[in-house]
């Protein structure tokens, strides 16, 4: 392959192919060529955040729906959610949300030509991945703490 981009001549590792126009290109990242790393993690979380706050959504609209219905079957909603699965659901919920914000102040540094260097992308990248874990921890930590929230 003697028209393999600069630094790849002689490439061994599969990850260039020639196409049938006779030009030679990086072979698909889906086919293991890239490592996983923190930016790809925080792109993907981004999405199936976003599938999940259309969950969350559709489930506070059941809620103010049932809610709605008078007061017997508003206190079966509020025994469903203090249950610890009722909890859990809520705790997933939360942590959507903060995911949501942090990727969503991610995605904003960007858009403002700000955070895209390597260094930064990751800082930013690891703050929307672990941050959401850390803030919804500490949030129900304080829910229980203050007695809003209990088992």
Not at 61 to 67: D, P, T
Not at 108 to 125: E, F, M, Q, R, Y
Request: aromatic share 10%.
């Amino acid at each position: 392959m003697s028209n393999l981009p600069q630094g790849a001549s002689g490439d061994r590792t599969g990850r260039y192919v020639r196409q049938p126009n006779g030009h030679v290109t990086p072979m698909s990242p889906f086919t293991s060529v890239w490592r996983w790393h923190i930016t790809m993690v925080a792109s993907i979380l981004f999405r199936v955040t976003i599938g999940a706050a259309t969950v969350g959504a559709l489930f506070i609209l059941g809620w103010a729906a049932i809610a709605s219905n008078g007061t017997e079957a508003y206190n079966r909603l509020v025994e469903c959610s203090a249950s610890p699965l009722g909890l859990l659901v809520w705790f997933g919920l939360t942590l959507v949300l903060f995911s949501f914000l942090l990727n969503g102040a991610r995605h904003l540094i960007n858009d403002t030509g700000n955070g895209l260097t390597v260094k930064s992308a990751n800082s930013l990248s690891h703050m929307a991945v672990w941050g959401p874990i850390v803030l919804a921890v500490l949030f129900w930590v304080a829910l229980f703490a203050t007695g809003k929230v209990s088992l």
